[in-house]
């Protein structure tokens, strides 16, 4: 908290009493809190997920989420957003194409319709490791340099993580390094969703740049970025032997612990230039 108080507004942040110690004396101040609300995903009418998100850009969480979790082939395929508030949180009732949602309701059978059926469990298991797209590994390398950038730009563009050290973002970046379009959650994999439905929705060639994200690399978020069709996954924290796994099957470049000068690449580090001398490494596809 900033002793002169916190800002007349936040969006994405309830201000909020606290009392504490800093530095051996007690205080007493306002902070800002971020907000955390139930955000349930209908699909034609029919309930489908619900999520703890922050109630920021949730049209585009909802076109994100829909993309990344194989329920839309294309923004297209989403024709309406409404947004019901009310006690409980926020519903999101969202119009799609038919065969978008037969192909869900299909689902839902499948995962459900075989009650006692030793077959179950492997079923199950093959929803979470469904089909991913094989990116392609054509162009020349994205730059060491260009991902130190990103990174550098994250702490002045999350003005609500700033504002109430809670919430973790997602960025997509140019093959140069600059932040293009950034999301800020409460929850990782929200925040990346955001991030891809802002991609689609704004007609981004997503392929051409990469995701850089302030979490751990798991396995979701391997899979959301292959689902997105991009070729490059940074996070600042380490990845999970699943999420490994992911994107050495997707062809996707996923590095870890992308601080500063320092990384560490998992897999497919053809994608990337690791010598910051070579210039043309600054240009990517």
Not at 152 to 158: D, I, K, S, V
Not at 174 to 188: C, F
Not at 200 to 208: F, I, L, P, Q, T
Request: proline share 4%.
């Amino acid at each position: 908290m900033d002793e002169k108080g916190p800002p007349d507004f936040c969006e994405g942040a309830m201000s909020l009493p606290v009392r504490g110690v800093r530095a051996g004396q007690r205080y007493a101040a306002q902070d800002w809190v971020a907000e955390e609300v139930p955000v349930a995903l209908e699909y034609n009418g029919i309930s489908h997920a619900v999520m703890l998100a922050t109630p920021l850009d949730l049209e585009e969480f909802a076109l994100g989420f829909s993309l990344s979790e194989g329920i839309l082939d294309s923004a297209q395929q989403l024709y309406a957003v409404d947004e019901e508030p009310s006690e409980l949180g926020i519903t999101l009732h969202l119009r799609v194409a038919s065969s978008a949602f037969a192909r869900l309701k299909e689902r839902r059978r499948s995962m459900t319709g075989r009650t006692g059926c030793g077959l179950c469990g492997t079923e199950s298991l093959a929803h979470v490791s469904r089909d991913l797209p094989q990116l392609s590994s054509a162009g020349e390398p994205f730059s060491r340099q260009g991902i130190a950038d990103a990174m550098g730009q994250f702490r002045e563009l999350q003005t609500l993580q700033q504002a109430t050290g809670a919430v973790h973002a997602a960025a997509w970046c140019s093959a140069q390094g600059e932040v293009k379009w950034l999301r800020e959650d409460v929850g990782r994999h929200n925040a990346l969703d955001k991030l891809i439905g802002a991609l689609a929705g704004n007609g981004v060639d997503a392929a051409s740049g990469f995701i850089a994200v302030t979490s751990r690399a798991s396995f979701e978020m391997v899979q959301k970025t292959a689902m997105a069709g991009v070729p490059l996954l940074a996070a600042v924290s380490a990845p999970t032997s699943f999420a490994v796994a992911t994107a050495q099957r997707a062809k996707l470049t996923l590095i870890g612990f992308a601080r500063q000068q320092d990384l560490a690449v998992y897999c497919h580090a053809e994608r990337l230039a690791l010598d910051p001398s070579n210039p043309e490494a600054r240009h990517a596809h």
